[in-house]
């Protein structure tokens, strides 16, 4: 982790996180689950039976393995938004669209992270704003549609 950079995306942790980055270096280096899970982090996850993928706003793709990106015989659609401050357009979906053979991305215009969630309700709107709400004019239920068109239109070409 590069939590000494904190201007650098990779090193900010979401609002919604209730630990620190140190907890999450501690944690990774002394929880005897997450030792030997790093400790596979090489491994071969491969599953026969996912033929196509489509990932929505991913993040940590600095954190990913390149070899491994590259060996993704499937199809994979990226979807982001170009305003997301949690899943960084240029550290997370363009440079994983590069490292994945043959992958697309979408970028949409306008939309954060967080619009990909629910619109929320009105204790939502009043208690969890970052989470559901959006920049003026932007409404949540077009791009939700917008979204899943562009998923269903991928899986129905490559499934």
């Known amino acids: ?3 000494n950079e904190p201007d650098n995306p990779i090193a900010k942790l979401p609002p919604e996180a209730k630990f620190t980055m140190d ?10 689950v997450a030792m030997e899970s790093i400790r596979h ?24 393995n390149a070899d491994s990106l590259r060996a993704i015989q499937v199809p994979v659609k990226i979807i982001t938004g170009d305003m997301d401050d949690q899943s960084v357009l240029e550290e997370n979906g363009i440079p994983l669209s590069k490292a994945i ?10 939309v954060s ?9 009105v204790l ?5 704003r970052k989470y559901t709400t959006d920049k003026f004019g932007i409404k949540r239920d077009k791009i939700h549609a ?3 068109k562009l998923a269903v239109d991928f899986f129905d070409m490559n499934l």
């Open 1 to 3: 982790m590069k939590k």
């Open 101 to 110: 053979p043959g992958a697309s991305v979408a970028i949409l215009k306008n």
């Open 23 to 32: 907890e999450v270096e501690e944690f990774l280096t002394t929880d005897p």
């Open 41 to 64: 982090a090489n491994n071969s996850f491969l599953d026969p039976r996912i033929k196509a993928a489509c990932v929505m706003a991913p993040v940590l793709v600095p954190l990913m």
């Open 124 to 128: 939502g709107k009043l208690f969890a």
């Open 146 to 148: 917008e979204a899943g």
């Open 113 to 121: 992270h967080y619009t990909f969630l629910s619109e929320g309700n």
